[in-house]
């Protein structure tokens, strides 16, 4: 009998999402096409160097796809079901997990049915990578739905080296001890061999919880882990914060096609002096009530004026199952239908709201249009969409409003800096970037695309992936001696 084909993928990223979405062409039928995403466009080259695969949910429940060839990567699709969809997506990830991990913004549920559910799928989505990943290769987990997995993996496959990128903020303890599977959870995490977060304190939060609960011994970055045969092995835990393919905004920003369209945005907004814009997934991490309560305010204090300034405020769906978004987008529908119902005249609109999606043209465009960027997050794990503001702003214009709770604010000192929970101090930083002059815009753009074009994504996951080779020579040392 002949065996199938050996898996042979030397470098396998396992992610919830697989990074292609699913199309239905009226001609042709279902196909796939590519996700937006800095990470996808990041890892592409590497993936196509290194026979690699990608593991993750196709993004529909109940569909099973056998794996495929997909611009140089294989992927290999994880089903999950409806019901799974609901427990393990909606359930544990995002009503449980994505709350705790925002310092409880929205209250976590716990309910052990979606921990089960949780376990259950991750063990899926580890036996996957397991199947497909070469005898000594490396493996990337991605982000907070697959916590378990560098530990299954390890369990499953001792030859392999183990990476695992947490895309957002890792709580602090006296948060993090609400968890009623918080040892598994660290436990599973410190499978891997190299464990990335986006900011210095979320490294630190995460290494006193391993302190903590587990009480291993942690030094600086690196965490002491007993093995199974009483030895010790030596896990990685830092800061490697993420970025966006800057090089695609700046191209996108010198297009003649889209300087128009920013110029066609104005004048359909009615020509205001400033536009204030607001770009987020409809997240109650994001702050959008707390902006709109800020700009709300200056309007009815006659600091501003409708003909005079116009807030964009794009909410992308999201979630739309959960129900704190539910209740939420009722809340900012709510407030902003007020605040222009109070102050909209026959030609302005106090805000332009849009619950859409659009693709990266129009939002280079609607940058590009745009005098000051609120980035107003109660909470965030870095947020790219300051970095894609600052990259598109080739002109070395416009101001960025950024909140110190952001992780992007560690890099992005020269933004005007704001607590969202202080709307005075919010009113303040809004004014001040309305009315900022020319040649101060200029010096903290400048400062600011520097960072931008220094750490973009591709330098991101090139330090990551030299972190694990470095494990992994590592490894092989101690198997040899
Ligand atoms: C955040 C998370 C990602 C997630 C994205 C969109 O950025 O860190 O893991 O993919 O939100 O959320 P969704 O639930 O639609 O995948």
Redesign the pocket.
């Known amino acids: 009998m002949t065996e199938p084909a050996a898996p042979a993928a030397e470098l396998v990223v396992v992610a919830?999402?697989l990074p292609v979405d699913r199309v239905v062409d009226a001609v042709e039928g279902p196909g796939w096409r590519r996700s937006p995403g800095g990470l996808v466009t990041a890892l592409e080259p590497v993936m196509r160097r290194a026979d690699g695969a990608w593991v993750g949910w196709p993004g529909q429940p109940d569909i099973e796809v056998e794996p495929f060839e997909f611009e140089g990567t294989h992927l290999v699709p994880v089903a999950l079901s409806a019901e799974e969809v609901e427990l393990y997506?909606e359930g544990m990830s995002?009503d449980t997990f994505w709350p705790l991990y925002h310092d409880v913004i929205a209250a976590p549920r716990y309910r052990r049915l979606w921990w089960d559910a949780y376990v259950k799928v991750n063990r899926r989505f580890a036996d996957a990578a397991a199947g497909v990943a070469a005898e000594g290769g490396t493996v990337w987990v991605?982000?907070?739905?697959l916590q378990l997995v560098p530990q299954m993996l390890r369990e499953a496959r001792p030859d392999l080296t183990i990476g695992y990128f947490h895309?957002?903020p890792f709580p602090a303890y006296g948060l993090y001890s609400q968890l009623p599977w918080r040892r598994q959870v660290l436990e599973g995490l410190l499978g891997a061999d190299v464990i990335g977060f986006q900011r210095v304190a979320d490294a630190g939060n995460f290494a006193r919880a391993v302190r903590r609960q587990l009480r291993y011994q942690t030094k600086a970055t690196g965490i002491t882990v007993p093995e199974p045969d009483g030895s010790t092995r030596n896990a990685l835990a830092r800061a490697f914060p993420i970025s966006i393919d800057t090089g695609s905004y700046i191209e996108l920003a010198a297009r003649a096609d889209i300087r128009a369209r920013a110029a066609e945005i104005r004048e359909s907004l009615g020509n205001p002096k400033k536009i204030l814009l607001g770009v987020d997934?409809l997240d109650y991490t994001k702050g959008i009530r707390h902006r709109l309560k800020a700009f709300g305010e200056l309007l009815e204090d006659g600091r501003i004026d409708v003909e005079d300034v116009t807030l964009v405020q794009v909410a992308s769906p999201?979630?739309e199952r959960v129900e704190a978004y539910m209740q939420l987008r009722d809340e900012i529908e709510l407030t902003v239908g007020r605040i222009n119902g109070d102050h909209d005249t026959m030609g302005h609109t106090a805000i332009r709201y849009l619950h859409q999606a659009y693709p990266r043209e129009e939002m280079v465009a609607l940058f590009l249009a745009a005098d000051v960027m609120l980035v107003t997050a109660l909470r965030d794990?870095m947020n790219l969409v300051a970095k894609e503001y600052v990259a598109s702003r080739t002109d070395n214009r416009g101001v960025l409003v950024l909140s110190e709770f952001a992780g992007a604010a560690d890099e992005l000192p020269s933004a005007i800096r704001i607590n969202p929970h202080d709307i005075h101090g919010m009113k303040e930083a809004i004014m001040r970037a309305i009315e900022m002059p020319a040649a101060e815009q200029g010096r903290r753009m400048r400062a600011l695309r520097k960072k931008v074009i220094e750490n973009d994504v591709a330098t991101w996951s090139r330090s990551f992936l030299d972190a694990l080779e470095v494990a992994r020579t590592a490894k092989r040392a101690k198997q040899a001696g």
């Open positions: 919830n999402r997506y995002n991605q982000d907070y739905q895309h957002i997934r999201s979630r794990g």
